[in-house]
Structures are given as C-alpha cells and as structure tokens.
C-alpha cells in the first residue's frame, strides 16, 4: 500500500527527519512550510493522512486543521511542540485524530502513522462489505456509506467520532471503560493515549447527535466506569 502523507512543518530539520523515515517506510511524501499552502496542498495531493505542526507561518495548525476538517475526513496528527493539555484539547475539538508531542522518535511517529493508517483502511474494507443500516429514534448510521442521519439530516462526523459511535451503538446497552474504548476504536495498545482523548471525543459527538448535549440520551456515561449507548 502505498499511502500519501502531507507533512506540515515550517522548520526544515524536523521536516526532513519526518520525510526521511516516512519514504523509508515507501510512503509517498509531500512538504508544506506554511498553513496557507498546507490548505491548498491538500487540495491538490489529497494526502491519506496529515502530519500537521500548530506553530506555523500563514496560518497556525489549529486553523489548518479547522479548514481541512470543512470538507475532509483525512486523519490528522497533530505535532505539538508544547505539552499543555489545553493545547491537546483544542486540536482534538477541531477535528484531529492524534497528536505527538515533540521530540518525538522515529518509532513513536511510524507507529502513530500506521496506527492511523490502518484504521482508515480497516474502515474502507468495512465500508465494501458491510450493508448494515443502524436505527435508534431519530438516529441513523449507515456503516456501508459512513454516514450518520439526524432526523434524516446528514450530520458531518470525523472518521473517529464516526466510528466511536458505530462501536459503541453496534454493542448497545453495553458498558465500556475509556481504556477498552482507547483499545477498541483507537487502537491504542497501554502505552498511548489517555481517557481525556475519548472524552474530547465524546463530548463532540454528543454536540453533534443529541438534542441536549447536556443531557445526552444516546451516549451515556456509566459513572466511575465509562460510557455506552443506550438502545431506545
Ligand atoms: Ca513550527
């Protein structure tokens, strides 16, 4: 498989370490410097996945990423060269699958790439085979087409909040920690990720299928436990 990966990164070194490890691995490579030109590249090499810097000239990685999540689902790791927790929330708010906090070593990237990789592919494999159609109330997830109806509107999921949502309404009534969500959807072996990632990602998937997000009626948290979604 050769998967196209748009790295965006405005210092050059951490841009050529990336690409170098990247090609090695026989991924096709492109290079943006700047958000500007990160927004049109996408345009035009429509990367399978993005690895997105947030300090950047033009326009900063949030904004990229709040521009590319307008019309596309492509994963997106976030390279956070600081290690706040205000800075991880914000990009998964916006719509990014993962992030890596700098330094980073080769290994940590080309697991977290692959991880991400292998996951959009599982999910193109499911999508040939799978013809299930999910209704619960005025909720429809069509697991064929990857598509989710809110009183038959189209609602705009990530690939991720998508497939929390498929896992967790497919295995209804049934109660999942964040750990066994981190494994499930994620894909995260222990050492990856920690609980905040499926809140985040909870919280926005409520913003978007529930009438109140407040409080919600489909995704449930289970309190000191974890969450699940409840069938009608
Ligand atoms: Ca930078």
Avoid at 125 to 147: C, H, P, R, S, W
Avoid at 152 to 166: C, D, G, N, P, V
Avoid at 205 to 221: G, N, V
């Amino acid at each position: 498989m050769t998967a196209t990966i748009l790295i965006v990164e405005d210092e050059k070194l951490i841009a050529e370490m990336i690409q170098f490890n990247l090609e090695k691995q026989g991924y096709d490579v492109h290079v943006a410097y700047d958000g500007i030109l990160a927004v049109q590249k996408v345009e035009v090499v429509k990367p399978d996945l993005i690895l997105l810097d947030i300090m950047l000239p033009g326009l900063n990685g949030f904004e990229v990423c709040r521009q590319v999540r307008k019309n596309h689902s492509t994963p997106i790791i976030m390279l956070t060269a600081k290690e706040t927790e205000s800075d991880k929330v914000q990009g998964l708010n916006l719509g990014a699958d993962d992030y890596i906090t700098k330094p980073f070593s080769p290994q940590e990237l080309l697991a977290r790439v692959n991880a991400q990789l292998r996951r959009a592919n599982v999910f193109n494999i499911q999508e040939q085979v799978n013809e299930n159609k999910m209704q619960f109330g005025n909720l429809a997830i069509d697991t064929q087409k990857y598509e989710v109806y809110k009183d038959q509107k189209l609602i705009a999921l990530t690939i991720r909040e998508f497939e929390l949502l498929s896992f967790l309404a497919s295995n209804a009534d049934k109660v999942y920690s964040r750990s066994d969500l981190l494994h499930e959807v994620w894909g995260y072996k222990e050492f990856f990720g920690d609980d905040r990632t499926v809140d985040v990602t909870v919280r926005r998937l409520r913003e978007k299928i529930e009438e109140m997000p407040s409080a919600p009626q489909y995704i449930i948290t289970k309190r000191g436990v974890g969450y699940y979604f409840r069938r009608r």
